[in-house]
């Protein structure tokens, strides 16, 4: 690439900055035009070029892109020195070129408007509200464990291999569209990462690959996590990239899929962020609620806790600021805290409805 041509594209990298830092105040326009608009071109797209294969694309590319990233900087060693700004400049193009596909392929949805919004929903809550709302929600859980179970102190374990939860996830989404036309997920695209094992020791169950928009699924996590999980990620295929939004509709996905074990994965996700809601404003509400759930649910919160413990190590708040401060940097003000914000949509969303 020619100098002149390399100076082009990182003035280009200042360019995008600075129209991203106006976007940010023009969600209408981008929930319109992109999000409903050239978005959905695009993902479907990218689904139907990758989706169809049977291994992750999108690691794959990450690998080459990263032996060939090592290769550059072994050949080019010399360089940083001998040639600095050329060195700079060939740094700055390659950023520019990837920030701009990062975003037109899918990261101009963090600027999309919020989901309360579209939905028509409200965005607080009181307690008395997340109260009721969340003893029903422990009303139904208990009810789908009997029911799986026939004894309450039995966890679930899922019968289904992680590729029959994959080719279920869409019959969920299929339903929601039924009401939501804008959620139809199809075709699918979703896969376990080869990273699973370095995505566990990160902290994370899955990600989206922006690149390819194929969905990534940490392999590792408990096929009681597995339909929520993947529900989860399949919300960000479809535009929703705040982790809050992705949250409620990956619970709404489950919650609506014929299948029970879904059922009862989206249901009791739903139930433990409206009980760590509940803990934080009345603990002595929450402390009661906690003895009327039955212990097959909370063998169950507890089998994925000794997961992630399990895990744990020095550098995963590392990978946890990281994230954290990317959100921040991409439209997210609140960063991983927002995730707490799905109960808003829950309790809400579920006003005047049965569950």
């Not at 950023?95 to 939905?119: D, G, M, T, V």
């Not at 997340?130 to 009810?143: G, M, Q, V, W, Y």
């Not at 709404?252 to 760590?276: M, P, Q, V, W």
Request: charged content about 20%.
């Amino acid at each position: 690439m020619r100098k002149n041509k390399k100076l082009i594209l990182v003035i280009f990298f200042g360019v995008q900055l600075l129209f991203l830092s106006q976007l940010k105040h023009y969600p209408e326009f981008v929930e319109q035009f992109y999000s409903n608009g050239l978005y959905v071109f695009i993902s479907k797209l990218m689904r139907y070029a990758f989706g169809w294969l049977p291994f992750s694309a999108g690691d794959i590319f990450y690998t080459l892109a990263g032996i060939y990233l090592i290769r550059w900087l072994i050949v080019n060693r010399k360089r940083i020195i001998k040639d600095t700004k050329n060195w700079f400049l060939d740094i700055g193009a390659t950023l520019s070129i990837a920030y701009f596909s990062f975003h037109i392929l899918w990261a101009f949805n963090y600027y999309r408007q919020p989901l309360y919004k579209s939905l028509n929903i409200e965005a607080e809550y009181s307690n008395e509200q997340l109260i009721s709302f969340t003893e029903r929600l422990i009303k139904k859980s208990n009810a789908l464990q009997f029911q799986l179970t026939k004894n309450d102190t039995v966890k679930v374990v899922s019968p289904h291999t992680k590729s029959e939860i994959f080719n279920k996830v869409k019959d969920g989404y299929q339903k929601l569209s039924e009401v939501y036309p804008h959620l139809e997920y199809h075709p699918k695209s979703i896969k376990k990462s080869i990273y699973s094992l370095p995505l566990t020791y990160m902290g994370f169950s899955g990600y989206l690959n922006p690149f390819t928009n194929e969905a990534q699924v940490n392999g590792l996590i408990s096929t009681y996590k597995f339909p929520t999980t993947s529900c989860h990620e399949a919300a960000h295929q479809l535009g929703y990239a705040a982790e809050n939004e992705a949250n409620f509709i990956g619970s709404l996905a489950a919650i609506h899929n014929e299948d029970i074990y879904f059922k009862y994965s989206g249901y009791t996700f739903a139930l433990r962020y409206c009980l760590a809601e509940v803990y934080k404003r009345d603990f002595e509400r929450y402390e009661y609620m906690l003895s009327t759930i039955n212990k097959g649910i909370l063998k169950n919160y507890q089998e994925t806790q000794d997961f992630w413990q399990s895990y744990e190590n020095p550098i995963e708040p590392l990978f946890e600021a990281t994230f954290d401060n990317f959100l921040k940097a991409n439209n997210q003000s609140a960063g991983m805290k927002s995730y707490s914000y799905v109960v808003a949509l829950l309790v809400n969303y579920y006003i005047g409805k049965s569950l």
